[in-house]
């Protein structure tokens, strides 16, 4: 198992704002609420072109003025990284940070759904994502999971722009417990009562609930707009009316998750394992949610490269909601475009309480996010130089992390501040499997005396970290207790330099 050494902290800060000496200015978060909108035209394509003023926007029915407006046009989901010294490495302006004024971040999740259909439905839908890898722009970051039956929801492939990767590791992949399609009705004595039928018919549809509830309490952390593929033959659509379908859904709005089915059937496919009315809950998924459904079409390939496409180019509608606005009630969003003939997809509604990514509760959550995400957690600054040293196995990664005195907030008590840092180290497989995570959290205090000191020197938190066999990425995980916010900072270790020593 992966484990530290040095991993005491030798810097120590302040609050993140302060006044005079040994007096506290209190931060105030803003809540921003951000609608990323799709636009496309009577063929389907992207409008482009649009302007603030061609958007209305309603809450609740009630316009809302849009102070921040940005548009993207066919945006990456990284920006190129700010050149670093050579075995430095930084979350700042490296990895596609985004700010509210700033473009969305983009991120794809293809989930490959094993237990609503059958083994010909999930050979079919894999062809799909393999022939997508050759139509996806070079720099599209996408993650792959299945849903299998007794396991849940499993990662075939984590967040990477390596196309080769995910072609390896998905090519062979076949989920346990598949069923082959029926041919033809079977005889009386074989037929399976409807009871059972619908037991197994409501395991499956609890089973991709639970997947989309995990997936949208990690996601919610995430900025930007997600697009989830989910490639599926599905059920029928009365399952929908169930309370806990409904806050369900809500969650995936609240984290900005557009669900787009895919029909794995095409046309001409095998019978529906559970019977009709799975394309009107397709529509209405994807309609709840803001992504597009697609069904009656054998190009699997094509239709989720365009949906990726379309979600590349688009435009981004903000608000500030003031505290006498926060009734903690879910409030419908409504966006129009004055121009005709168009459709528009966005989320359909938000969560007026408080920002969920600045609760200081749920932090396991909040630390369960990070593995989500295509890019590095931005709350927190973090810088590190990073030597790996080997010759005797095993190898270990060395790290001298510091954070940022700016990202943290104090506690003012008794004349001095108080904090804690929890942090986790994560090892992962080039799937983006955990092979190892530890974790501690370290309390600190500052005194008035050494407040200069570490407002210039921030956190220095040096690690040592045993490296695992199959192990290619390093990703240290930070958590500011007092203000709920997080960074990360992820190391290739094919982009560490390697060094001599103990």
Excluded: C
């Amino acid at each position: 198992m992966a484990f530290w050494r040095r991993s005491a902290l030798w810097l120590l800060l302040p609050v993140a704002a302060t006044g005079q000496q040994g007096e506290t200015t209190l931060r105030t978060e803003t809540r921003v609420v951000q609608v990323e909108v799709t636009v496309t035209d009577g063929h389907g394509s992207p409008v482009e072109g649009l302007t603030r003023a061609d958007f209305t926007l309603l809450d609740n029915g009630k316009p809302r003025a849009i102070p921040i407006f940005s548009v993207t046009r066919g945006a990456a989901a990284t920006a190129t990284p700010a050149p670093q010294p050579r075995g430095v490495f930084s979350n700042r302006n490296s990895n596609g940070a985004q700010t509210p004024d700033g473009p969305p971040v983009h991120s794809t999740i293809i989930l490959l759904d094993s237990m609503n259909g059958w083994f010909e439905n999930f050979v079919w839908a894999r062809k799909g994502v393999i022939g997508l890898l050759d139509k996806l722009p070079a720099d599209e970051q996408v993650a792959i999971y299945a849903l299998v039956t007794g396991k849940g929801l499993v990662i075939v492939q984590g967040y990477t722009t390596d196309h080769a990767v995910i072609l390896k590791n998905l090519a062979n992949y076949t989920p346990p417990g598949m069923q082959p399609a029926p041919v033809g009705p079977p005889p009386p004595a074989l037929r399976v009562p409807r009871t059972e039928t619908e037991f197994f018919m409501r395991q499956g549809s609890e089973a991709i609930r639970s997947s989309f509830k995990a997936l949208a309490e990690r996601l919610a952390n995430v900025p930007g707009r997600k697009s989830l593929f989910w490639v599926t033959q599905g059920f029928p659509q009365t399952v929908l009316r169930d309370t806990a379908w409904d806050n369900t859904l809500g969650a995936l709005n609240e984290a900005n998750i557009a669900v787009s089915p895919v029909d794995s059937n095409g046309l001409g496919g095998p019978p529906r394992r559970w019977g009709r009315g799975s394309t009107d809950m397709m529509r209405e998924v994807a309609e709840r949610t803001g992504g597009l459904a697609y069904f009656n079409r054998n190009d699997l390939d094509g239709a989720m490269a365009k949906g990726i496409g379309d979600a590349r180019s688009g435009y981004t509608l903000a608000f500030y909601l003031d505290d006498a606005e926060r009734d903690n009630r879910f409030h419908q969003v409504q966006v129009r475009v004055g121009r005709p003939h168009v459709t528009v997809f966005h989320r359909r509604g938000y969560f007026a309480g408080d920002d969920p990514r600045l609760l200081p509760g749920g932090k396991s959550v909040e630390l369960e996010s990070a593995l989500l995400r295509p890019v590095d957690s931005t709350d927190i600054g973090m810088e590190a130089k990073a030597l790996i040293i080997g010759g005797n196995a095993p190898d270990f990664l060395n790290v001298d992390l510091r954070l940022e005195t700016r990202t943290i907030a104090l506690k003012a008590k008794d004349g001095k501040w108080t904090g804690a840092i929890e942090q986790s180290v994560l090892e992962t497989d080039e799937r983006g499997k955990q092979l190892a995570r530890v974790g501690e959290t370290k309390s600190f205090e500052v005194t008035p005396a050494n407040r200069s000191r570490f407002d210039t020197e921030g956190i220095g938190w040096p690690l040592r970290i045993e490296l695992l066999k199959g192990a290619v990425k390093v990703t240290v995980i930070v958590l500011d207790r007092e203000s709920g916010h997080i960074g990360s900072l992820t190391f290739p270790l094919a982009q560490v330099r390697r060094g001599a020593g103990k």
